[in-house]
C-alpha cells in the first residue's frame, strides 16, 4: 500500500529541478471533472496540469515573475 503523500513518479522522477509543495485549495467541481477528464486524454498527471495552468496564468497577469 502506498504511504499517503506520496509524489507520483513522474514527479519525482522528471526533468524538472523545481522544488513541489503541497498545498491544498478548493476549485469548482466542473473545473476538478474537466481536469480529470483532461488527465486522462494527455496522458499528464493531474499535479502538472494544474502547474502547467497556474503558469499561464502567471505569465498572463506577472509576465516578469518567474
Given at each position: ?14 526533468d524538472r ?10 476549485i469548482e ?38
Amino acid at each position: 500500500m502506498a504511504t499517503r503523500g506520496r509524489k507520483p513518479l513522474e514527479l519525482r522522477n522528471g526533468d524538472r529541478k523545481t522544488k513541489l509543495i503541497k498545498r491544498n485549495y478548493y476549485i469548482e467541481e466542473r473545473h476538478a471533472k474537466a481536469l480529470t477528464v483532461l488527465s486522462a486524454l494527455t496522458g499528464k498527471e493531474l499535479s502538472l496540469l494544474v502547474n502547467e495552468a497556474i503558469g499561464g496564468l502567471i505569465k498572463k497577469y506577472q509576465p516578469k515573475t518567474e
